[in-house]
């Protein structure tokens, strides 16, 4: 059975005009274990570190035609690469100083996002507020946030994509940027899982990614219920 919170998760038209070749898959997942960075985590992190590292033999990120096709999208709603990068390219640029280390969850879905070369972002379902939407800002969505070690509220710009529940933007720029308010941290133990996909990303390649995540995160979890949602072509 679909877990309640999919129900209605819809990616607007507008958005599939821009790029309809985008793909989301959706996965909820309750009665997980999180806490702090553990040995499993560190070491998946360490496994994406030498994947990439290996795929990437000394060529620049953006020379991998996944991260190229997140650049291409974000210009196609006029955000540069020095504005914003896709939180896959965010990753990959780091792994020479090594992936940050934030808790067992976060840790978890960066090593997958990482070895598979898709954006993925954890969303803690108990701070959810209606189904996720992937919309185009009109200009007067909330977004909360940190500047300068303070807490703010800004605004998304117009014609900006992003993901969004009933009570703001979750996601800024599709998946650059997540807000406060549903950050996974050591306590949480239901997840929505969000997935996205562009050319030359195919469905295998997607459900693959879907499959080592929903096994990443239920391992040692035996109580664990996980359903799946695919948005998109």
């Known amino acids: 059975m679909t877990h309640p919170l999919l129900v209605g998760a819809t990616v607007a038209d507008d958005v599939l005009a821009l790029r309809p070749d985008y793909r989301a898959l959706l996965i909820a997942i309750t009665g997980v274990r999180g806490g702090p960075t553990d040995d499993a985590s560190d070491a998946a992190l360490h496994r994406a570190e030498e994947v990439v590292r290996a795929r990437l033999d000394g ?10 096709a997140w650049r291409e999208a974000f210009l196609g709603f006029g955000v540069k690469p020095r504005a914003a990068r896709s939180s896959v390219e965010a990753l990959v640029r780091r792994i020479d100083a090594g992936l940050p280390r934030i808790n067992r969850l976060t840790d978890l879905y ?7 070369l ?3 972002g954890g969303e803690d379902l108990a701070a959810y507020a209606g189904p996720p939407r992937l919309v185009r800002a009109i200009g007067d969505e909330t977004f909360d946030t940190v500047a300068d070690g303070q807490p703010v509220v ?10 969004r529940d009933d009570r703001g933007v979750t996601c800024r720029r599709w998946n650059w940027r997540q807000c ?5 941290d050591e306590t949480t133990t239901d997840v929505l899982i969000i997935v996205d996909a562009l050319d030359p990303t195919t469905n295998g390649a997607l459900d693959a990614a879907g499959a080592a995540l929903v096994d990443a995160l239920t391992t040692g979890s035996p109580d664990a219920v996980a359903t799946t949602l695919l948005l998109g072509r």
């Not at 960066?110 to 598979?116: D, L, R, Y």
């Open 180 to 184: 406060v308010r549903t950050r996974l």
């Open 59 to 68: 060529a620049a990120p953006e020379s991998l035609p996944e991260i190229a």
């Open 110 to 116: 960066n090593a997958v996002s990482v070895e598979h």
């Open 154 to 163: 800004v605004r998304a710009d117009p014609g900006e994509v992003v993901w």
């Open 118 to 120: 898709v954006p993925v």
